[in-house]
C-alpha cells in the first residue's frame, strides 16, 4: 500500500503571506506511460465535506482560485497557497489515486497567525 | 448538477448491522466508480471501499475486508455500503465519493455531505 505523509501537521500563516505544504507518498505516483502524476489536493472545511481542489498534482479545479497551486513529481508534492486568505482556513489532504487502497495523507491544519 | 446523497446513518450497537444508501444525479452513473470514504470524529479521511461502473468488480480496506459490502443499482443511480460485525472503531461520518471513469484513474471530484454511523452501546 502507498503511505501518504503530510508535513507539517499544522501551520499558521498571517494573511497574505504564504502557506506551503508538502506530501510525500512511499511509492512514486507518476505513471511513466503518460507522464502524469496521480495526486490530489482537498480543502475541508469546518462541517463540511472534502473539496478537491488540485488533481495531476498540478491541475485547479474550475472555480478554484489561482492563489493555490501545485507542484511536484514522483513522490514528493506541495500545495502553495500564495497570499492567505481568511476563507482559506481548513484543513488539507493530499491524496494518491495511482493505487487501490486510495490513501490519504494525515491532514494539514492551516490557520491564521 | 452533479449531486450525491447519503443516507441510512444512525445509532447501532457493537456487533450490529447497517446499511447505507447514496442517491446520485446529474450524471452517467454506471460510468464511474464510486467509493465510500469515512471520517471518524476529529480524524482524518480514510478510504473503505470502491465498486467499478459496472458493479462486477469491489475494493475494500483492510480494517473493513470481510464485514463490509459495497454494491450499485445503476438502474437506480445509487450506491449501498452493507455494514456487518460494526465495532466502535467504525463509528465516523461516511461520504460517497465519485471516482474514475473509463478512461483514466480520477480523483474524487465530487463528494456528498456524507452521514454519521455511531456504534455504541
Known amino acids: 500500500d502507498i503511505v501518504m505523509t503530510q508535513s507539517p501537521d499544522s501551520l499558521a500563516v498571517s494573511l497574505g503571506e504564504r502557506a506551503t505544504i508538502n506530501c510525500k507518498s512511499s511509492?512514486?505516483?507518476?505513471?511513466?506511460?503518460?507522464?502524469?502524476?496521480?495526486l490530489g489536493w482537498y480543502q475541508q472545511k469546518l462541517g463540511q465535506p472534502p473539496k478537491l481542489l488540485i488533481s495531476?498534482?498540478?491541475t485547479r479545479e474550475s472555480g478554484v482560485p489561482d492563489r493555490f497551486s501545485g507542484s511536484g513529481s514522483g513522490t514528493d508534492f506541495t500545495l502553495t497557497i500564495s497570499s492567505l486568505q481568511a476563507e482559506d482556513v481548513a484543513v488539507y489532504y493530499c491524496?494518491?489515486?495511482?493505487?487501490?487502497?486510495?490513501?490519504f495523507g494525515q491532514g494539514t491544519k492551516v490557520e491564521i497567525k | 448538477e452533479v449531486q450525491l446523497l447519503e443516507s441510512g446513518g444512525g445509532l447501532v450497537q457493537p456487533g450490529g448491522s447497517l446499511r447505507l444508501s447514496c442517491a446520485a444525479s446529474g450524471f452517467t452513473f454506471s460510468s464511474y466508480t464510486m467509493s465510500w470514504v469515512r471520517q471518524a470524529p476529529g480524524k482524518g479521511l480514510e478510504w473503505v471501499s470502491a465498486v467499478t461502473g459496472r458493479g462486477d468488480t469491489t475494493y475494500y480496506a483492510d480494517s473493513v475486508e470481510g464485514r463490509f459490502s459495497i454494491s450499485r443499482d445503476n438502474s437506480k443511480n445509487t450506491l449501498h455500503l452493507q455494514m456487518n460485525s460494526l465495532r466502535a472503531e467504525d463509528t465516523a461520518v461516511y461520504y460517497c465519493?465519485?471516482?474514475?471513469?473509463?478512461?483514466?484513474?480520477?480523483?474524487?471530484?465530487?463528494w456528498g455531505q456524507g452521514t454519521l454511523l455511531t456504534v455504541s452501546s
Open positions: 491524496q494518491q489515486y495511482y493505487r487501490t487502497p486510495r490513501s
Open positions: 511509492q512514486t505516483v507518476l505513471h511513466s506511460s503518460n507522464n502524469k502524476n496521480y
Open positions: 465519493a465519485r471516482g474514475d471513469d473509463y478512461n483514466d484513474l480520477r480523483p474524487f471530484d465530487y
Open positions: 495531476w498534482a498540478s
